[in-house]
């Protein structure tokens, strides 16, 4: 195979198995995470980006919603030597969603809700940013509830006929006090009040990887707490800006959210 070839082919092994790194290409699309593996050693970077590789050679990085038609994986072996990968990602086509009969002060806030709106984001910023050493999001996600779908990442809502950011998060459509459940292992870094979120719930799986919970009507766990996948992490409920009581569950990669649907209720 040439070498061209090589670097074309996404889901293949490098030529020299001690820079070996390997991933499923089916996450290779817009809104898409990617689990691999590589040799102990390798360093890797998307985009320019360093992406964290664990002792084991465990790694994780994922794609927005508006992501470009390619992206470039740099691999360093060991050794020094160097290689690039052209990604190919797929193109989506996303949902429209229009939500009517909201309260004005849903869909246009007051200046002071807006700058408790913008404190929010900023703290939410802050924990999404973390980049540690944990490795749960390599041993797979389970659903963190069970119920109709109401809600897919990716759709476009018009609330009251205004235009908003693109939905990025899986709705579960669970009554209040559901229990719900850690998606994976990891560390809470967040359990707090937000004016849209409501209750809100954040789990740490290492490498940039978080997992995150709204609209609870209870907690289960507090800042700083380790669980394990499965665990119990809050209740359902109906806080923040919402219809009626769901789950909202995210998932993202650093500060770029990423579709959960096919992580937690593959095909």
Known sequence: MSRRAVLAAPALLLSRPA??????DRGLAQGGFVVGRAAPGTRLALDGRAVRVAADG???F???RDQGPSATLSVTEPGGRREERRLSIARRQWQEQRINGLPPSQVTPDEETLQRILREREKLATVRAVDSALTGFAEGFAPPASGRISGVYGSRRI?????RQPHYGLDFAVPTGTPLKAAAAGRVTLADEFHFFG????????????TLYAHLSAFEVREGQMVAKGDRVALSGATGRVTGPHL????????TFLDPQPVVLPA
């Open 62 to 64: 994922g794609f927005g």
């Open 159 to 163: 609330l009251n006929g205004q235009p």
């Open 19 to 24: 820079a070996a790194v390997s991933f499923p």
């Open 248 to 255: 909202h569950f995210s998932l993202s990669w650093f500060q």
């Open 58 to 60: 465990a790694f994780a």
């Open 199 to 210: 209750n809100l719930v954040v789990i740490d799986h290492g490498h940039g990887v978080n």
